[in-house]
């Protein structure tokens, strides 16, 4: 079935500089290998081009079923001269879970 | 030495709201109230508010967020750490104690600097952002290391009722009275990475405690009107549990606790501070009871030899202009409205930055199908050398009311000076956490 990631995982963006951080945790713990084998790097690089120009890593925490996406290249340029609205890039957590997967 | 103490935090940013600290303070018997209060960004407005008045400084709310806790604090003796002292620990000190002879109590307050380094770093060293020399980055205005624990632990050890600092670690603000009351060794670095961890969850206050969590539906949290900020009781093995005071807004669980762990982490193997390199990996969260979360496990490894260093430099003007449109073709006028504002600035602005604001702006882009909302609001946005030429960029968007498309509306126009922060290390040696201790 087609979902988006949002129907069943939640997370949160942070910054450091011009690296987005964005957290994916599943509602059911459960679901968090799969999700390991569905969102992967490749996955998310592919969703967020137009967001993320540089390089992505994954970091898995099994210990309270979550994921990690470091981005670089992501808030141009990073909160202090970036010249978006949303110079955290505060609101990219979302754009994260409008990923669809085949779930 | 102790067995467990209790710290809450009453406030994860510069403007986080006044009164959760003051439930904190009357209502659960703490040891320790923290506020944290400083963004990386927010120092060096500071140092430049006290190069126009030496006394000031500190942070602009000091005085609020003093004034009103300030009896239940010494009612119920708790003491409170805080990096409101910003770009003037001293400054801020000095500020409490009038305050506190105002209201007639006896303090004691303990300053706490050694952060501020600008006289000690190289312009002609890269940034770690860009690669290059600071210098080229723009006029370097401030230079603050985020320093440790270990300069909270001295300031306590002089029997202070409060500590305030200028830069340091956020976790470290929290990490500090674990290891005073504690007896911990700073090299004892499994307990350093739990206490780091601890610190993480609660220093950003409300952020644990479903404040930036609420998605009505799907994450639903009660009383965000009134929501509680978090304590924890902290337990001499490092082991910690999270809570809020009965009866507040919000809610602890699961969910918020590991939305707060993994917040800014950059590598969860490895979260450096000043005092530990600390494991995220091996943190085990639980809950126990309702809106109470049980944090266990969380490691360590030696801290790094260096101080990150926060540098920051006068960036350019941000010039910015809005205008409203609505109805049939509204995206269509707003295009037409940045076409024109776009060829009158191209001279000073080769490229002014377009949003549309609705659509694309938040996320630079669109995912999936989206039918054309009702109405837009046009963004338009650059960086200038100078407030006047920043300036154009919203006259010329005002000049739209009556030069642009039909049916613009609502202009706003503003002009900010913006100050950049780029990052280096210095040596340890080069900077040591100072105490200077002040009485009512």
Known sequence: MKVKLYDIAHGRAGDKGNTLILSVIPYNEDDYVRLCSIVTVGRVQEHLKDIVLGSIERFELPNISALQFVCQKALSGGVTTSLDIDTHGKTLSYALLEMEIDF | ???????????????????PALVLAEKSELDYLVLECLAERTIALAQKRRLQDPAKGY???????????????????????TNMGAANPGGGAARIIEIAKE??????VAAVGGDDVFDRIDPQQNAMETGEPMANSGRL???NAYMGADGIVA???????IVITGRVADPSLFLGPMIYEFGWSTKDYDLMGKGTVTGHLLECAGQITGGYFADPGKKDVPGMATLGHPFADVFKDGTAVISKVAGTGGVINLRTAKEQLLYEVINPHAYYTPDVIADFTTVRLKETAADQVRVEGGSGREKPPTYKVSVGYQAFYLGEGEISYAGSNALGRAELAAEI???RLKKQFPAVQVDYIGISSAHRAAFGEHPEPYEIRLRIAGKADDPETAALIGEEVEALYTNGPAGGGGVRKQVNEVI?????LLDRDSAKATVKLYQS
């Open chain 2, 59 to 81: 942070d602009p709310l000091l005085e609020r967020r003093i004034r009103m806790l300030l009896p239940a604090l010494k009612k119920n003796n708790i003491k409170l750490i």
């Open chain 2, 103 to 108: 209201l007639k109590l006896n303090i004691k």
């Open chain 2, 1 to 19: 030495m102790k067995e467990q103490i209790r710290i809450g935090c009453g406030a994860g940013f510069s403007g986080d709201r006044l009164e």
């Open chain 2, 141 to 143: 205005i401030s230079a």
């Open chain 2, 420 to 424: 950049g922060i780029i990052s280096t």
């Open chain 2, 341 to 343: 504002t776009s060829e």
């Open chain 2, 155 to 161: 300031a306590l050890q002089t029997g202070v009722d």
